[in-house]
């Protein structure tokens, strides 16, 4: 027997190995965001803290992190040259980076960030018992019969025996401490609803991609110097 599995989802997974003084720098600079915040809302549902809701969703303006974007911004060029992309054709520029703090049982619902092309996650402090990333498919083009993949009385009856890489639609991916991850911007994604996060600190952005040169081009942003503004 032979199956092929087509069309997959690409996560870049690596290591930014910043010095132990400079992450410390950058820990108690999150920390102090987090002293700061302007929107106290988010303690109410056992929501993470996350910087781009409380004033802080520019945090590569801050010097201290000058450092950690350069090491980001080589990585995503990695990413590209995976994909194959010609990266003299296009401008990369970087939208909004926050930092998020989960501790105890806080957790970062399903979601996507639909106003940018690339995102990325690093996680600047975790331990092993801090959640992981998990990833959903919502597409689930195996899924022959509608519903047969979500259904909770099905699953209930155990109408699909065992949950199989072809048929899953929830992944969980095991992330470290100096982990980044580069994912399409499109991609449903949370982090792990468990209770024992210590203090797991990452830092999230999201990355636009403009071209350098729209003639007899169609589909990419065009450069906003030729914008006008109505
Ligand atoms: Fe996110």
Redesign the pocket.
Known sequence: MKVSNFFPLSIFQDQIKLNNEEKINLINDIREMKKNSQNSDYKLNQASWTGDTQGYEYIYNNPNFNNLFVEIKKKIEIYLDFLKIDKEQIETFIQRSWATISVGNEV?SK???LQSHL?F?YYLKKSTNDSNFIIYDDEKKNEFIPGLFGSKTLIQKKLIKEITFPTATRISLEVKEDDILIFPSKTP??TDQIETNSERISI?GDVIFLAKNTSLMEHLIPNFKNWKKL
Do not use: A, G, L
Request: proline share 0%; glycine share 0%.
């Open positions: 970062i979601h996507q960030h995102s996650s994604h949370s999230s």
